[in-house]
């Protein structure tokens, strides 16, 4: 038996099937390159799901993670520790927020900034002003609360009854979100990006007319920037290069570098909403977490950023001109592949035995290279892909 037929036998008998896995097995790892029980190498294409900002065991992200553990892992936020207000003033200074909460990940940063909201509008304008508009096609998250804000009917199951106050209007249709949100709506939540729902951008005039609305009736918007966040698209945060200040932000994925972090962002109207006993989770603002992201968000300055964002467009023109590539949407280095006649989910498979790691979104191809990935890396891993598709013609 191999060790990862091993290791995928033992995972089978004991662990929840939640989960469709690909036979897949990684051990260990450098930038976007990784290793499998069996020994074979494979580029990383995923980053753990936008997870690895900084690639597999960066050198400085180790140091500063390895510091902090040696020092003090945890202690209740009953008391104070110096990474997690360290890493807060970062975020504050570099977004023009006012303050961060931590969470552990990003369906329960987007359930704070929910609450943050609902309290806002609760406190002015009391009971009855709390429903949430949130976009068809989007995604939030898996707690029965993001669930129902989640604007899919697939996620819509089985575990009735859902948080009620959430609509669904189409991306783009400003008429109809205007005639939503003239009545009971306390916030309007979008990802600028749909990421899961298929890398699709949000077109530039829709976002800036459902900031302007919001401010002008007071209606929150939170933009969940759980994966377009910390520099997946080329800026610290998407919303940047949409030319609007959110009321709130959420972050997760990337910020951590590969530990549990995620953050909920509060602008000037929102930052006084949570009082002590309002909102709290036990492992928020873990200080071995927040050392690791203090340290990715060191890295993440401009000439960084200006660099994700050439290799996001050196990836996508070498993209198209491989086989069945039909187009490609994203920005920065989060990619989505349109794919002219094989279905995305072979495609990642034919690209494993091809050694190269990359991910779905719906009827997509979707690439998410940890930001620090090399050239030499980002060729070789679209040779793989390239074969990978070679073998549909
Ligand atoms: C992944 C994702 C989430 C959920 O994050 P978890 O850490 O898995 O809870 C929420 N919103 C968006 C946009 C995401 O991409």
Redesign the pocket.
Known sequence: MSNTERIINRDGEYVAHSYGRFPVAIVEGKNATCYDADGKKYIDFTSG?GVNSLGFCDDGWIKAVTEQLSKLQHISNLYYTEPCGKLAEILCNRTGMKRVFFAN????A?EGAIKAARKYSFQKYGPGRSTIVTLKNS????TVT?LSATGQDVFHNYFFPFTEGFEFCEAGDFTALSRMCENGVCAVMI?LIQ??GGVLPLEQDFVKKVAALCRERDILLIV?E??TGIGRTGSLFCFEQYGILPDLVTA??GIGGGLPL?AVLFGAKTAEVFNPGDHATTFGGNPVACAGAVEVLRRLDDGFLNEVKKKGEYIADRLKKLPHVAGISGMGMMIGVTLDGPKPQDVVRAGIEEGVLTLTAKSKLRLLPPLTATYGEIDEGIEGVGRALTRFL
């Open positions: 799901i990940g990003g369906a329960e987007n995604f939030h998250g898996r993001t990802e990421g899961e969940d759980v994966q997760a994925k995620a």
